[in-house]
Nanobody
């Protein structure tokens, strides 16, 4: 069984920073990519940032220059450093990982339970 556990959400004022962390645990062969998504109630979940096993990154346009995704391969963790937070960044943030359970298996998607980020104006 694979589990993703996020931490680091909270309530901050506009302009402040937060760092989200996500740790993958369980039995698996490799992690192909890890990323962060966010969802506001009533809206679709959207990609915020993703990082591949080779450290290629991709960001939602509106967070470029403010958010930085990074990972610790040895610890199977991914981080999202969020600077210059804005009220419109408020959402539940979810960690997602594409993981191969076995050596030649197709990667499966796993999601964390989500962590709330609220930015007050």
């Amino acid at each position: 069984q694979v589990q993703l556990v996020e931490s680091g959400g909270g309530l901050v004022e506009a302009g402040e920073s937060l760092t989200l962390s996500c740790a993958a645990s369980g039995s698996f062969f490799s992690i192909n990519s890890m990323g962060w998504y966010r969802q506001v109630s009533g809206e679709q979940r959207e990609l915020v940032a993703v990082i591949s096993s080779r450290n290629f990154t991709n960001y939602k346009e509106s967070v470029k220059g403010r958010f930085t995704i990074s990972k610790d391969t040895m610890k199977n963790m991914v981080f999202l450093q969020m600077n210059g937070l804005k009220p419109e960044d408020s959402a539940i943030y979810y960690c997602k990982a594409a993981i191969s359970r076995y050596r030649h298996s197709i990667a499966q998607e796993f999601w964390g339970q989500g962590t709330q980020v609220t930015v007050s104006s």
